[in-house]
């Protein structure tokens, strides 16, 4: 094993501890907060925090994931400020934006988007500055921050009878807390006298990532929304509840290894492309051991959801709650595949290939949201899991083997030498 392979997994272990405790307490809580909160609380949740995540993945316009592939502490201090400006703007839109939800449809929790996108948005930045600077055991420490600090504060405020409200409120300050550890020392600092590029020309440098990243993320957050919509309008916000429940819980396990992959992969491409967006042996090589490593994993996560989903779900959560157990079983498939993507998305970006990426994701959302209207109407909510799966599987499974066959650069040839040397 190089140097360079058993720093990614060493990196990756580190993220993943902190992850595996940061998701410990959240899911040993899930079932008394289903006895705490009633499907149509979660099913109003699920819709602020589908919107809020909307709003707060493009909240710096994606420009924060450009700080790792910075070419020096000037680049990404300019980075860093124009990503502050741009959320600036966002969170005070976001905060417009929900006053009006409140006042059209008579939510008072909807009064807190603004601060949910901001927080987001602030974690985000903080976040990539830390992995740019492979501060992973800070990334750790803030996951637990941000997963069990939320589980515990929803909890309390369930004690509380604080409804909906909680819900919301609680993950907002856990997002914060965690912000707040990553940001001490996260500011990208120069030396004395170096210099600093404009906001302008460091924007137009990448540019990329507004102009494709963004729409990719925000189509994918997206997705979520329309689905607990179509759900909602279909079969009523219980339903709604259902699948947000199931879908945090099965997606629990592709969030904790994907971001440690992730944050741990991301910069190890960028170094072995040289900071220029080129794919190459060794770094295609890495994504096929994760991808491998990966699927390996999956495979007892599916076989589970198989035999024991509804089983599982009815004992955990209450017998309210088995139909979200029946939809686990049906997303068994989908679940697995997304386990395996969830790490892959910084590869195009380490590649230079994100405009591959969004017309790829584009099809893929497509795909998911046919799927899902299709099954609601032919079987209702386990009808739209399968459906889900099926689509999704085939979907994935392209990815997978494009990026293990991506093509590499033609090497360059060297010059002949002068005749008579």
Not at 28 to 36: A, E, I, N, S
Not at 67 to 73: H, N, S, W
Request: net charge positive; aromatic share 10%.
């Amino acid at each position: 094993m190089s140097a360079g392979t058993r720093g990614l997994w060493k990196a990756t272990l580190t993220l993943l501890a902190g992850g595996a405790f940061a998701q410990a307490l959240p899911l040993l809580l899930g079932p008394l907060l289903t006895r705490l909160y009633s499907p149509e609380e979660f099913g109003a949740y699920h819709l602020f925090a589908a919107v809020a995540i909307n709003l707060a993945v493009v909240a710096c316009a994606r420009y924060e994931f450009a700080l790792p592939l910075a070419l020096d502490d000037g680049e990404a201090r300019a980075l860093w400020r124009l990503c502050r400006r741009i959320l600036a703007v966002v969170g005070a839109l976001a905060l417009l934006g929900g006053a009006g939800w409140a006042l059209v449809a008579g939510h008072g929790w909807a009064l807190w988007l603004g601060p949910a996108v901001a927080v987001g948005g602030v974690l985000s930045l903080a976040s990539m500055a830390a992995t740019r600077a492979q501060r992973f055991r800070a990334l750790a420490v803030a996951r637990v921050i941000q997963y069990s600090g939320a589980s515990v504060a929803q909890f309390a405020a369930g004690w509380l009878h604080a409804g909906v409200q909680g819900l919301i409120l609680a993950p907002v300050l856990a997002q914060a807390g965690a912000a707040w550890l990553l940001g001490r020392g996260a500011t990208p600092k120069l030396a004395p006298g170096a210099a600093q590029p404009g906001l302008g020309e460091t924007a137009r440098r990448h540019r990329d990532f507004p102009l494709l990243n963004t729409p990719h993320a925000f189509l994918g957050a997206l997705q979520d929304s329309l689905s607990l919509a179509l759900i909602a309008a279909a079969l009523g916000p219980a339903a709604a509840g259902f699948w947000g429940l199931a879908l945090r819980y099965l997606k629990a396990p592709a969030s904790l290894v994907g971001s440690a992959v992730s944050q741990a992969l991301y910069p190890k491409l960028v170094v072995a492309g040289g900071s220029a967006g080129v794919p190459t042996a060794a770094g295609r090589t890495a994504v096929r051991q994760v991808m491998g490593l990966l699927a390996l994993l999956a495979l007892p996560l599916v076989g589970g959801l198989w035999w024991l989903g509804p089983w599982a779900f009815e004992l955990a959560f209450g017998a309210g709650w088995r139909d979200a157990g029946l939809l686990a079983r049906a997303l068994a498939l989908y679940v697995g595949a997304h386990f395996v993507a969830a790490p892959l998305a910084v590869v195009t970006m380490a590649w230079g290939a994100q405009a591959w990426a969004l017309r790829l994701a584009l099809w893929g959302q497509a795909a998911f949201v046919g799927a899902l209207a299709l099954g609601l109407h032919l079987g209702g909510l386990a009808g739209a899991g399968w459906a889900v799966s099926l689509a999704m599987l085939g979907y994935f499974g392209w990815y997978f083997w494009r990026l293990a066959t991506w093509p590499l650069p033609e090497p360059v040839a060297a010059a002949a030498p002068p005749a008579g040397a």
